[in-house]
T-cell receptor, first 115, second 109 residues
Framework: DTAVSQTPKYLVTQMGNDKSIKCEQN?????MYWYKQDSKKFLKIMFS???????INETVPNRFSPKSPDKAHLNLHINSLELGDSAVYFC??????????????FGPGTRLTVL | GNSVTQMEGPVTLSEEAFLTINCTYT??????LFWYVQYPGEGLQLLLK?????DKGSNKGFEATYRKETTSFHLEKGSVQVSDSAVYFC????????FGTGTSLTVIP
């Protein structure tokens, strides 16, 4: 059983297009995250949602918009894609604050390539 | 601010060699410290963690000790295997995660 799943695994698209990446977790966790890993493997948090509410929003272009329809899903929509958006995007989840947000489970990643 | 600095790779070792990957941190409070491992084509997996000074985290033969006096959390393993080839990330948690840049390890038979 996959704990944190992402679709698609690979995404190749042209500059200027709009695309979405989906994330689902079946762990019953309250908190979900999006991270961006660049070509040098540097991993940085982008967003965090707790029970469908945005709690962390790092300095990310407003072309990136997360959407959480329910606490098991956190999708990432990207408008007007740019070359610099090429990266691997990881979704993660963690239990409720009492359980510790420092225990995070990562999805397998989505490799986005913008041509 | 909070940040993590880890040794740059890539690191190439022969099987059964001793491994050390250095990690130091800067934090405004008292963070928890972690090592995550990323195998090729996969997401990050928690390898070990320590939540307070002098704690030692260990898993699968890997160890790291939380050293507050030197602000370090170096990863060690006494005898590496080919299956340990992966990218290793040091991280701290203080309200959110802060990751190091990752160290790629290749173990050759």
């Amino acid at each position: 059983d996959t704990a944190v799943s992402q679709t698609p695994k690979y995404l190749v698209t042209q500059m200027g297009n709009d695309k979405s990446i989906k994330c689902e977790q079946n762990l019953g966790h309250d908190t979900m995250y999006w991270y961006k890993q660049d070509s040098k493997k540097f991993l940085k948090i982008m967003f965090s949602y707790n029970n469908k509410e945005l709690i962390i929003n790092e300095t990310v272009p407003n072309r990136f918009s997360p959407k959480s329809p329910d606490k098991a899903h956190l999708n990432l929509h990207i408008n007007s894609l740019e070359l610099g958006d090429s990266a691997v995007y990881f979704c993660a989840s963690s239990p409720n604050p009492a359980g510790g947000r420092d225990t995070q489970y990562f999805g397998p990643g989505t490799r986005l390539t913008v041509l | 601010g909070n940040s993590v600095t880890q040794m740059e790779g890539p690191v190439t070792l022969s099987e059964e060699a001793f491994l050390t990957i250095n990690c130091t941190y800067t934090a405004t409070g008292y963070p928890s410290l972690f090592w995550y491992v990323q195998y090729p084509g996969e997401g990050l997996q928690l390898l070990l963690k320590a939540t307070k000074a002098d704690d030692k985290g260990s898993n699968k033969g890997f160890e790291a000790t939380y050293r507050k006096e030197t602000t370090s959390f170096h990863l060690e393993k006494g005898s590496v295997q080919v299956s340990d080839s992966a990218v290793y990330f040091c991280a701290l948690y203080y309200n959110q995660f802060y990751f190091g840049t990752g160290t790629s390890l290749t173990v050759i038979p």
